[in-house]
């Protein structure tokens, strides 16, 4: 019998029907994909089960065209009359067309560039078509462009399998591989029957209990064939019985995961012991080079509190682009090198490492501390004698990139480390410089602001500190959304700024298919605006492909106002930090992401003058950039603008669940289920706390350290 275990690539030893050894096998591979497993063999049975319908469609009362209403989403089915491939202008696209009737009235449906339809449909093809129908005036007829569809009557010599597909409430799939809804209908059909009925139940029964769960097997039964009475609107929005038995399912496994790894980490022995003293007081003072905000104290109290502690630290320091986290983190690493340890800054770009470097070289200019930057771009002999210097203990801070957990580099006594902007990191990295040290103490500083939602499950093992507040005397930045036809007036306009004093940036995206193209583009534009629109001022030039001396002697020019305008490509996103800029102009803003934007935005501002962000936008624009332009206008809150994020793109991509160490998640979604996920932290951590000596929770946690998703093998 068929277990939940069962490999997907055995699939074809259990007789079902239509389910051979290379449909097995194909299904196994997207399985695989989808779950982040590398071999297919690794798919199993629950995997599969776990690919819910993305929709619902009730076949029983399906609409007529008669019915239909302009702009109405829907399903109809109809029968082919007459097809053909319609040739268009210029030769390069094609549309395949046909007409069909419900046998009342006509309708019209067309795909583009989908020529091989010709061959799918014929005259007397039964299909259901389902997407928006639109009436054409001219014609008198409704038209759908490429709508999803499933032709009917493949199985007709199966009556039950028939049925199955029409006349009820039917799963719709998302298509997966060669796999369409129909085929993927059929398999879970026969699968569901064939599965072993005693399905093992995977939470405690009082959990399941206490908020009215489903049992296991009957959710993912129901989840893809809802009984015939089901509510099809509660399934359609997820919110049905089975859907949230499951999306709990998978938010308690994370929260209770997450718990499980935080209880390691706390029970974990420190090995090294931090003081504060009146001498520790006075020192991390001195370094100030103006006063802090009370965010800033608040944020700089909590972090210490952990490092006087005698469990290891993991925080998260949270704030607005410009809210002052680097002097927080400085202040920090003071602390630790008072009471005799080494420290360490990483940050994701060269250019930001350099940055740090040079602030922290000014903020520690009057101590005795030895500052070093250490980078893969450096020489080898030079990396070899700074390699040698943190071993022996003699540098006490180093800054770096990637370099500093990639190298060989040994510390002598590393008790405090620092990881800068967080999100591009991997999770996994932060633990590796984790092992460098005697388990030091973690802060990781993230520049974009992250929903709570997010943070708690991106982050969920770290606790927070948040900056809220804005150093004293920054007047809000003032955002316009531009087209092309008003570049005259914008250079104009930077013209004034910098005849005031001021200095600006011009930013060019980088796309990674094309990025030799822009790079000519960002190159292009600098030679335009030094020669042609601004030879009065010195413009510099700014991106990735550049050698690091060349790049730090860039920024260098520009910090000092040697470059009044700086042409860059969006390394200068993060961190970056030139308090006289006053103008932002961002090229074809409508290819950035909110949280890029919001990024590139926080390099101005961050003086006393009124700063300006001017988001060009020439070519045709989707709903989507849009709306996200639209944001950029209405508020300069990171954390308004995160939330926007995550509403607008969904939590796989804000989240970057490529990175690894984060779980992708198969069903919940963290925006929709917020509250689910609310209840499961509360159940996990209840029964790691309250029930920790229970043969149940034993039973969790060996469950959750089998599971590679969860990264627990690799901490413990
Ligand atoms: P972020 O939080 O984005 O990393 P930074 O640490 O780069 O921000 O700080 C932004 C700017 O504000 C820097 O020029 C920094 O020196 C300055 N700054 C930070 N804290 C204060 C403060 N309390 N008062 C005045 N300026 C500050
Ligand atoms: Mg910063």
Redesign the pocket.
Known sequence: MLTLTTPLVELHHYGLPRVGQKTAHSLAVEIAALNAKADAREATIEDLLHYLPMRYEDRSNLARISQLQDGQTASVEVVVRLGGIIPLKGGRLKMYEFIATDGEAQVRAFWWNQIYLNKVFHRGTRVILYGEWKWNRYKAYYEVENPEYEILGDEDDEPELAAMHTARRVPIYRKLGDFRTRQLRTIFHHVLNALDPALPESLPSDVLGRNSLLPRGEALRNAHFPAADAPIEDYNQARSAAHRRLIFEELFWLAFALGVKRSQRLAEPKGLQIEINDHVRDAVRAIL?????NA?KRALKEIVDDMTSDQPMNRLLQ??????????AVQAMVVAMENGYQTALMAPTEILAEQHAR?IRRWLAKTSYRVELLMGSLKAKEKRGIQAAIASGEVDLVVGTHALIQESVQFSKLGFAVV?EQHRFGVLQRAELRRRGMNPDVLV?T?TPIPRSLAMTVYGDLEVSI?DEL???RTPIQTFVRGDDRRAKIYEFIREQITAGRQAYVVYPIIEESEKLDLRNATEMYENLSAEIFPEFSVGLLHGKMKPVEKEAVMKAFSANDIQILVATTVVEV?V?V?NASVMLIEHAERFGLSQLHQLR?RVG??AAESYCILLAQFAKTKEARERLKVMEETTDGFKIAEKDLEIRGPGEVMGTRQAGVPAFRIANIVRDQQVLEVARREANYLLTERRDTRETDRLIQHVRSQPRYGLAQVG
């Open positions: 080079p103006f006063h802090p905000t800033q704030g607005d682009v410009g809210s002052g986290k680097t002097i927080v602030n800068d500083v520049a900056i150093p004293p005397g961190g930090d308090p926080g961050r003086g």
